[in-house]
């Protein structure tokens, strides 16, 4: 077993030093008190809380690269909503996405050429067509058969540049 990496992470322990300070969330429950969940990109520049105008404790983030409807999102969305109070689901991919750039042959030449690193056994999920791809992941949400019924699911993009959502007709 290793040690912990304490130089690595001197800037985030540091951080949470100064969180603690003023830690105010220790009365939420893990439920989502807003019924929602969003599943969008780790995309860094997505704050998705603040996107919805919602804060800790109000709805479950579920965040992949492309934003994507994996099976392990649909596992989740499946907990979400029969445990933690989930019963609105938003997927929320966004504008200048690098999976929605470039296809998976490429994402593995550059990570092979760059790194020398063979990634073709997994699926990056890049999509083509965006709006397609989102069309494509609010159905097969909408259609699991183990998700709790009753759930409104819809599909929005965000824009990096102005922050807006724009729901899509999926």
């Given at each position: 077993m290793s040690t912990f990496p304490r130089d690595e992470f001197a800037?985030?322990?540091?951080a949470n030093d100064e969180y603690i300070k003023?830690?105010?969330?220790s009365d939420l429950t893990g439920t989502a008190q807003k019924g929602l969940a969003i599943v969008t990109c780790m995309d860094s520049r997505i704050n998705p809380l603040s996107v919805i105008g919602m804060r800790s404790g109000d709805a479950k983030i579920l965040r992949n690269a492309g934003a994507r409807v994996t099976e392990d999102v649909l596992r989740?969305?499946?907990?979400?909503?029969?445990?933690?109070?989930?019963?609105?689901i938003l997927i929320m991919p966004h504008t200048n996405c690098r999976m929605a750039q470039v296809d998976e042959a490429e994402i593995h030449r550059e990570i092979d050429t760059k790194y020398?690193?063979?990634t073709s056994e997994l699926e990056f999920k890049?999509?083509?067509?965006?709006?397609a791809a989102l069309i494509e992941d609010?159905?097969?949400?909408?259609n699991y058969h183990l998700l709790n019924s009753g759930?409104?699911?819809?599909?929005?993009?965000?824009?990096?540049?102005?922050?807006?959502?724009?729901?899509?007709?999926?």
């Open positions: 800037d985030a322990l540091a003023t830690f105010k969330y989740t969305l499946v907990l979400a909503t029969y445990l933690l109070g989930v019963n609105r020398g690193i063979d890049t999509v083509a067509d965006q709006q609010v159905q097969k949400v909408r759930v409104s699911v819809g599909g929005a993009i965000y824009d990096v540049a102005t922050g807006k959502i724009t729901p899509i007709d999926c």
